[in-house]
């Protein structure tokens, strides 16, 4: 069997869920910026979005389906224990989805409530995956510390959004909206921060796997850049958002992707080489080496193709104004 | 009800979300060539008219490719959330499928949609054209490996199985399993079909109310002139797919045809109240010897009856959705050639009668849909994987009362959804057209004159 194939796809899991909390992470966050602009502005947020929203939506899909591929048990066990979180949140998105087209056709009567309903959509689909992160990182337990623990990332992961949110409308928004969304990303900022440092502090609390991981000493030393960059990431967006250093939107967004990535990393790192911590391992059943090559083969294929047309997408509605053209 | 069957609940809300999802694909999935062709009748013609199709379609199209994508992404959370034991038994077959289904597919579909529906001033006329394409393109992959799959799970092939495990052999004979070319057919015709009624129901809305320009009329008879086509096809697909379900799942024809006994010379039952009771049919109307003609083209072929099969599935919900695909289908192959008749041969304007008529067969295609995978799913069981693995050890082991509660939520989610999503068309069918605004002075209406409304 080739073992190096379950790492490989582990990577590619990770990839997709990395860039699902990055992409959709902004889109979610316009959501949750929209009861805060006036009603000639929310079509303009709305619209920034619109050429990009379903496609940032099935890197989830992907993501859960290589994990159904290559670790079916893990599958079933993450989203059999995960079931109500899970559901609540695919309602979530279906609503918030609907919203969204909803929201331009059916005439100016319903529309505030369209809005709504996008914008909770988007707020109870970004708790609940904040929920199911913490309950992953706790390796599905439920004691009461690793509950709390999941409703402390369930409560950060919006402020992460509405920071990607803001500063997405930044760069791809003319007029008075981007100064107010840079007063957005002002406010987002402190609670993510909060965040990044209560969650560094609570994860080893709450995993003794993570506290060994993190705390063996000569290994925290290797470990130590993956602190401090970040620490470095939040302090330049910080300085950035309050002007003190010069940098376009685009560059701030890229910090905190960055700030994504680093924390991926440091999961990473703490759940090696587990598949669901404390409880099975990566390559503990795992699919059949036919299997996995055959989708080894697509995902070779499609995936340089698809990072490709994404970026040739990008770039089309790059420093463009997206208007409702279709409407 | 005092004690909640898991596995019921489990299947009803499966049934539930797959159920509501299919409808949307079924529509996007005609629907992106429909525009396709309109975009490439403008291009090639310069013709304004094509152009307004697009618009007011495209429109539609983006509206329901959101729901379709929405809940398709319940979908990929559902078969871990309910079904855990049919990915660890046949998870080495099912998950490459799906997974290439999400790679070569969806990706392709939604992001290329970008372009489609918002990139139209930012890009050529040809890229706009090719972004479109792919997006038809992707919605028909999408088709080709979820119908493999299922296509598969009826009629298994290109595996083995070791320690109650699937593994592939061959990877060709598992996408082409015996079905699959079939069911492909069926549904990809389903969609089209579906499409036509569609857009000549919508149109004929417009008629109805006056709102009309000659870019409906044009939509109208696009529609018309593929169900013409398409409508015929699918009985010749059909019969096909049955005969070939007679070889392969015996046990579904029967309770389709709701067949108790093994015997030749079997008649057609027009009406029954099948009882499982009594295993007989109470009230049967039937034609003598038309079952047999049917399903082995002899008057006195033999036909295997339901008491043959240790399992079979439950038959008077068979024979009922089969009759009502097959009566829709029937509809559909009457009234697209009424329909023509006038519309391509004699007057080329429909009648008001024939207008009322498509406009409440506006969704008859999404019915029709519906009551065939019902006789194709409800025909497979008990088995998840026909003959080899039941659905009874694949389902997870959530109490009731918590798949009933989200069963609830979601069924009052797709009420919702689903009115709202008539409502939506019925209020943009209603906005007068900028095609009818453009010839206003020059354009009469279309309705003859004598009619009234």
Redesign the interface.
Known sequence: METWLPYFFVGVIGLALLLYVILDGYDLGVGLLLPFAPAAEQDRMV?SI???W??N??W???G???L???F??A??????SL??P??LM??A??????A???RI???EKHKRTWNALFSLGSLVAALCQGWMLGAYITGLDDSPLSLSFALLIALSLPALYVLLGALWLMGKTRGELPAKALTWARVAWLPMGFALLLISVATPLVSDTIARAWFTFPRALVLLPIPLLTLYCYGWIGAALHGRVQAKPQRIFFMVAAICLLAALGLAYSIWPDIIIGRMRILEAV??P??LM??FV??VL??PM?LG??VF?YR??RG?E??Q??? | MTDLDPLLLARIQFAANISFHILFPTITIGLCWALVYFRARFTLTGDRDWEHAYHFWVKIFALTFAIGVVSGVTMSFQFGTNWPGFMATAGNIAGPLLGYEILTAFFLEASFLGIMLFGKHLVSNRTHLVASTLVAVGTTASAFWILSLNSWMQTPDGHVVRDGVYYVESWWDVIFNPSFPYRLAHMLVACGLTTSFLLMGVSAWRFLDRIDGPGTLKIFRTGLAAAMLLAPLQALIGDLHGLHTLEYQPAKIAAVEAIWDTEAGVPFTLFALPDPETRSNRLAIEIPYAASLLLTHKVSGEVRGLNEFEDHPPVAPMFWAFRVMVGIGMLMITVSWWLGWRVFARKGVPSLLQLRVVSAMTFSGWIAVLAGWYVTEIGRQPWLVYGEFRVADAVADHGGGMVLSTLVMWLLLYAFVLFWYVMTLRYMAKKPSASLQASAQTYPGLLPREETL
Request: charged content about 10%; cysteine-free.
């Open positions: 619209a619109g050429p990009f379903d496609a939506e099935t989830l899909v992907l859960v389906g290589i159904l591929v290559v079916p048990q599958h079933g066990i993450i989203l059999t079931y109500l899970a559901t695919l309602i998105l279906v609503l918030r989805g609907i969204f087209d909803f056709k059916a005439g699919a059949a036919k299997s055959f989708t697509g995902v499609t995936l698809i047309y994404t997408i089309i509605f463009v997206v208007k053209a279709y409407e």
